[in-house]
């Protein structure tokens, strides 16, 4: 299905409750030049309008360049190779020839399998430091099973559910079962949506991209509950008052509150760039 540009006086012209699936191609541009487009919102199951912001062409190159210095940059100074150290999360943005941001699915989701690795290695790694710091010792019982809580929360949440993750992926793109076995996972809208694409090509495209954003957004969602209780029981301990702890223990404390930081951040990130994900699975043209 083509883009359908239609003019309006007002945006306000457009009422989204008697949009359907069909519409979701179409963009509306009112008279002072601004554009906007539909999307389904999964959370809200309605469609709602979205003002679609345009980067001018001859600002374009510079945006690029600028996205690849950061990269060398980054590259240069270690940051790629340290561990437990944040890295700038490529979310698949580029640019086309009008010099629009796009969005490019399959570059986010690969990044996204990438990082899951990272975050599985790095969540090991942060539960083996706090043990190790000694900031919470097995006599204080409250704070210990506190603590064992939390831990076991990230491994169901963070670690196994990456595996999960990985393994949906990999069924997906090697073995997949029936395009109506997913079909039948879909919400109302979505089962919409899959059988106006029509064709089973388009409909599998639309299934891959549905079950990987689906998976890596509920992952995230529990991890960064489970990461940031960890942080917030952990900022409580006066660690510098401790003075039972050697100087290496409390280094080890000091990297695992470092690496939940940026695990906090780069969640953050993923999850935002979920919205864009959802907004590409929405609109039928992209199939």
Do not use: W
Request: glycine share 6%; with cysteine.
């Amino acid at each position: 299905m083509k883009t359908q540009f239609i003019r309006v006086n007002d945006i306000a012209e457009v009422d989204p409750s008697r949009a359907t699936v069909y519409d979701l191609n179409k963009r509306y541009i009112d008279s002072h030049g601004n554009m906007f487009g539909l999307r389904y919102n999964r959370e809200t199951r309605k469609i709602e309008i979205i003002k679609i912001i345009r980067t001018p062409a001859k600002t374009a190159p510079y945006y690029q360049q600028r996205m690849v210095q950061q990269k060398y940059l980054a590259r240069d100074e270690g940051h790629a190779v340290a561990p437990g150290v944040s890295q700038p999360l490529d979310n698949g943005e580029g640019f086309d020839e009008s010099g629009e941001a796009v969005f490019d699915p399959t570059a986010f989701i690969n990044r996204c399998l990438e990082m899951m690795k990272t975050h599985r290695d790095r969540l090991s790694g942060i539960m083996m430091n706090i043990k190790n710091s000694k900031v919470i010792p097995e006599t204080e019982r409250m704070d210990a099973s506190t603590l064992a809580g939390i831990f076991r929360n990230m491994d169901i949440d963070g670690i196994r559910r990456i595996e999960k993750v990985i393994d949906n992926h990999r069924e997906l793109t090697n073995y997949p079962r029936s395009l109506s076995y997913y079909q039948s996972k879909l919400d109302t809208a979505g089962r919409d949506l899959f059988e106006a694409l029509g064709d089973d090509g388009r409909r599998t495209r639309f299934i891959f991209f549905s079950e990987m954003h689906g998976s890596i957004r509920h992952l995230y969602r529990s991890l960064l509950k489970a990461v940031r209780d960890l942080e917030f029981f952990l900022s409580e301990k006066d660690v510098e008052g401790m003075k039972q702890l050697t100087f290496a223990e409390k280094q080890q404390f000091q990297d695992a509150m470092t690496s939940i930081q940026n695990t906090i951040r780069e969640i953050t990130v993923i999850l935002r760039d979920t919205n864009r994900l959802e907004e590409f699975i929405g609109n039928p043209e992209n199939f």
